[in-house]
């Protein structure tokens, strides 16, 4: 069992950088494939990056490749996304998930544990 909690979201102008945190308990936080999804009001959830158990592979969707990276530190059981360059259309509720798997997976249905959310807002 993993618990998830993501402090942090906010407001921010478009074309500036924010930073996202997710805390996880649970001693297997290391062996857990991480992700990141949002869903924006309206639409639906779309999972934007993963990240392995180990940090050395990660994924991002084409909508925030080259903006967002996708970071892990085991020994803190601590996932970051850290998003640049943000637009109106980053616009969206922040999820972080766990997946407790070996296996990478890049869709949200993969993923069994997620935190509560958090409010991301870019103004234009």
């Known amino acids: 069992q993993v618990q998830l909690l993501e402090p942090g979201g906010g407001l921010v102008q478009a074309g500036g950088p924010l930073g996202l945190s997710c805390a996880a308990s649970?001693?297997?936080?290391?062996?857990?494939?991480l992700g990141w999804s949002r869903k924006p009001q309206g639409k639906e959830r779309e999972l934007v990056a993963t990240?392995?158990?180990?940090?050395?592979?990660?994924y991002y969707s084409d909508s925030v490749k080259g903006r967002f990276t996708n970071s892990r530190d085991n020994a803190k059981n601590t996932v970051a996304l850290q998003m640049n360059s943000l637009k109106p259309e980053d616009t969206a509720v922040y999820y972080c998930?766990?997946?407790?798997?070996?296996?990478?997976?890049?869709?949200?249905?993969?993923?069994?544990?997620w935190g509560q959310g958090t409010q991301v807002t870019v103004s234009s």
């Open positions: 998930a766990a997946r407790p798997s070996m296996m990478e997976a890049t869709t949200a249905a993969a993923y069994n544990y």
């Open positions: 649970g001693r297997t936080f290391s062996v857990y494939v």
């Open positions: 990240i392995s158990a180990s940090g050395s592979s990660t």
